[in-house]
């Protein structure tokens, strides 16, 4: 087993568990794993596929709402009623059932399940490409797209197979000709992720990890229609890299761009469990902070029968861990669920600290007509005193009412705006209402802004002009 908790400057923890040989038991073969330890990601791969679709969207390639068969005019599928997308693929709303073509469960049903899952499991050969689309036309959908998420493999593939069409056609003949060289020019080589890949070699095959179980794992060959889906190899360090580019999308080293990585992290459907929701990829649970206010958390799994993962970030706090294994099926999400129980408080703390740093205290204009206290609590922000040329600017938002503190909500960096909000309303008149207090000079009037210069802090009120400064004694420190 390989650990890491990631944020976007690096790992701030590596941790390391068992031998690289789990099916040998001979000394002389025998190491530790490590950081360059390559495991086979399953699941994971997809997260590369969608990656490689919002580079490729980006740089004009394609659209999320094109229709696949734009690009790979042979598809067909049944009811051809509504067009297929690359967004319905990426986020599992396309409608194709999970692992096409499927196995034959007439002679083991209702007996047993032989007959089910992904190649080889089902019986079947990993598919030529001729064979994945002819099992698409010849199996119907299995709720229209847009209904609600269907996890789908036979999706990340043809998903990857459209990236490469949409390539070529973008680019040309020079254009790569498969998912792996796409991949491998577009993302891995970028980043140096060493050990990325979707075939054994003589030089990484003495660096993977071999389970005590179904051994064959270790070096199938997927093929290029199922590469995209669970195909593909990696270790550790490359995952860790790939985090880092996650948290912090406007690095040097980043692959898309920080308004792609935003559209990218939120959910698009809401599973009516209030806990669990679906991305383009990500399968996003609620998790709590040290308040007990909700968060998200943002993952990816992958599992074959003896290799099992997690790539799981937490955007608010800025961090994420790595999880990869070998063996019989173990409780990652436990795992990954007691990692966050445990190191929560701690970033949570972090921010709170930065937080207070840069924004608590009583803020002063240097002539005396403008006052903003800006206070922490229970980790949210709250303004509770606002005055202006000897105006309560709190009362005049709430329409002469006397509110004890007003929400500060970030609307970029270190950019905020107050935020009023009926308890009773939730959220609901927040957002409504964040933009409608009037404008000056193109500033809207409930904004804040933080500059630092050196040693100096100054907070703007943009639309009056004010600048007001702190006291050094006027915010507590931890």
């Not at 209402?433 to 500033?443: A, N, P, Q, R, S």
Request: proline share 7%; net charge negative; with cysteine.
């Amino acid at each position: 087993m390989s650990v890491a908790v990631v944020t976007s400057d690096g790992p701030i923890y590596d941790g390391f568990w068992g031998l690289l040989r789990a099916n040998e038991t001979e000394d002389e073969n025998q190491r530790a794993v490590d950081r360059h330890t390559i495991y086979r990601l399953a699941s994971i791969s997809k997260l590369t596929t969608v990656l490689e679709t919002y580079i490729l969207r980006d740089r004009g390639a394609l659209n999320l709402d094109d229709p696949v068969k734009k690009f790979l005019p042979q598809l067909s599928y049944t009811p051809e009623d509504d067009p297929l997308t690359f967004r319905q693929l990426m986020s599992h709303m396309s409608g194709l059932g999970r692992d096409w073509p499927p196995g034959d469960s007439s002679k083991a049903w209702p007996k047993s399940l032989d007959g089910a899952g992904p190649p080889h499991y089902n019986g079947l050969p990993f598919p030529s490409h001729e064979q994945f689309f002819d099992a698409i036309a010849h199996n119907q959908l299995i709720v229209p797209p847009y209904t609600y998420p269907i996890y789908s493999n036979t999706g990340f593939s043809l998903l990857g197979l459209a990236n490469v069409a949409a390539s070529r056609a973008f680019e040309g003949g020079d254009s790569p000709q498969t998912h792996a060289e796409l991949l491998q020019r577009d993302i891995f080589d970028p980043l140096g992720l060493n050990g990325s890949s979707f075939l054994l070699t003589e030089i990484n095959q003495p660096h993977v990890a071999v389970a005590s179980m179904v051994t064959v794992e270790a070096d199938q060959d997927f093929g290029d229609a199922t590469n995209p889906a669970g195909g593909q190899y990696g270790s550790l360090s490359d995952l860790t890299k790939l985090m880092q580019t996650f948290l912090n999308p406007s690095g040097p080293k980043s692959l898309i761009s920080s308004y792609t990585m935003r559209e990218w992290v939120r959910p698009i459907h809401v599973w009516f469990d209030d806990f669990s929701e679906v991305g383009a990829l990500w399968e996003i649970y609620k998790s709590h902070d040290s308040y007990g206010r909700s968060q998200k958390i943002y993952q990816k799994f992958g599992n074959l029968a003896g290799y099992h993962s997690a790539f799981t970030m937490n955007p608010v706090n800025s961090y994420g861990i790595v999880v990869l294994t070998t063996g019989p099926t173990v409780g990652i999400i436990p795992l990954i669920n007691i990692i966050i129980e445990n190191l929560q408080p701690a970033f949570g703390l972090a921010l709170e600290n930065a937080t207070r740093d840069l924004l608590v205290g009583t803020w002063l204009s240097d002539d005396g007509q403008g006052t903003v206290t800006i206070v922490l609590e229970e980790g949210s922000l709250f303004v509770t005193q606002f005055l202006l040329n000897g105006t309560n600017v709190l009362s005049v938002m709430h329409q002469g009412k006397h509110p004890t503190k007003v929400p500060l909500w970030s609307s970029g960096e270190d950019e905020f705006k107050l935020a009023i909000s009926p308890e009773a309303d939730g959220c609901l008149f927040s957002w409504v209402g964040l933009d409608g207090f009037g404008y000056i000079d193109g500033y809207s009037v409930n904004s804040l802004r933080v500059t630092r210069t050196g040693n100096d802090t100054i907070l703007h009120l943009p639309a009056t002009g004010t600048e007001l400064k702190r006291p050094y004694q006027s915010y507590p420190s931890r």
